[in-house]
């Protein structure tokens, strides 16, 4: 019997990992922030920054391991966190911003009120053959974009929906109407693809047709 699938959700015990989709156990965290320096700013870690020169110029033992150890999560997740010797001190807390850990592949996720936001999920919608290639492109900018705009996927696709119908030989302007016509002309068979479609590319968003 497979393991089962559990859509991740906000303070869940365990879910299916949105990184490695194993069904593992989850360690929430709060988050807490601290404001730079002033000559300080973010930056992005790349592997770059871990150099032998860098490891071989450190005396300390403790610090070589705990370079290695970070090395270590970072190669495996590259939003991971470092160890500061010392603590700092934390006075605010994000509210309705929330971490979780999976216990599978250690990787973080991040949360949004009861929203996933990283890392982001991705819709795999391929595009009929024979859409029409204006068409197909407004459908793949729909389907990349339904998991944080529904609404925006569904504008998309009712463009798209709009230039198929002058593909077909419609007026481009109406979509109930130019539908309507097609129903009449016989095409109630395309009528119930494209709302399947629409469906399917756009769960989340109502698109009357």
């Not at 988050?31 to 110029?57: E, I, L």
């Not at 949360?111 to 009929?128: C, F, G, M, N, T």
Request: proline share 6%; charged share 30%; hydrophobic share 35%.
């Amino acid at each position: 019997m497979p393991p089962k699938e559990v859509t991740p959700g906000l303070a869940l015990d365990s879910f299916s990992c949105p990184h490695c989709g194993a069904f593992a156990d989850q360690h929430w965290f709060r988050t807490f922030v601290r404001s730079y320096q002033r000559d300080d700013n973010p930056s992005v870690v790349t592997k770059d920054d871990f150099t032998k020169a860098k490891f071989d110029g450190m005396d300390d033992e403790k610090e070589k391991k705990a370079f290695l150890d970070f090395f270590k999560r970072f190669t495996k997740n590259e939003v991971t966190y470092s160890v500061v010797p010392y603590g700092e001190t934390c006075n605010w807390e994000l509210v309705n911003a929330y971490i979780s850990l999976c216990h599978s592949c250690d990787a973080f996720a991040i949360w949004i009120k009861d929203s996933l936001v990283w890392p982001a999920k991705e819709y795999q919608i391929e595009p009929h053959e024979d859409m029409p290639p204006d068409v197909k492109e407004d459908f793949i900018e729909a389907a990349t974009i339904i998991d944080h705009s529904p609404r925006g996927a569904a504008a998309l696709v009712r463009l798209a929906i709009q230039k198929l119908m002058v593909d077909l030989g419609e007026k481009g302007k109406n979509i109930n109407e130019d539908i309507a016509s097609l129903v009449e002309k016989g095409l109630e068979s395309l009528r119930r693809r494209v709302s399947t479609r629409c469906s399917k590319i756009c769960p989340k968003a109502r698109l009357r047709l």
